[in-house]
């Protein structure tokens, strides 16, 4: 019974700071890419950035957060973060962490099999 948990969302001015966590339990964590989502009102989800399964070694972002965003795992404590830097009102939405069976974290929503319920992020002044 695979569940993952976001939390860390809230409400920054921009060229604020939040950092992003999600706990994972249920699966064997360091086997499966982890991948951090989010999704705007009325778009679809959006690849933001993707953390290979430990063998791999491999992180992905999009080209809107790279250089801003940071995605990093703790597989001992079955967790994993996205430290998200310089935010601006474009990066609200309700972010999403998805785990992936394959491995490969690449940021293609369809390619993950499990969904947290999401943690909400508003950039405002």
């Known amino acids: 019974q695979a569940q993952l948990v976001e939390s860390g969302g809230g409400l920054v001015q921009p060229g604020g700071s939040l950092r992003l966590t999600c706990a994972a339990s249920g699966l064997a964590f360091s086997t499966y890419a982890m991948g951090w989502f989010r999704q705007a009102p009325g778009k679809g989800r959006e690849g933001v950035s993707g953390s290979s399964a430990t063998s791999y070694g491999q992180t992905n972002y999009a080209p809107s957060v790279r250089g801003r965003f940071t995605i990093s795992r703790d597989n001992a404590k079955n967790m994993v973060y996205l430290q998200m830097n310089n935010l601006n009102p474009e990066d609200t939405g309700v972010y999403y962490c998805?785990?992936?069976?394959?491995?490969?974290?690449?940021?293609?929503?369809?390619?993950?099999?499990?969904w947290g319920r999401g943690t909400q992020v508003t950039v405002s002044s």
């Open positions: 998805a785990g992936e069976i394959l491995g490969r974290g690449g940021l293609e929503s369809k390619s993950y099999d499990y």
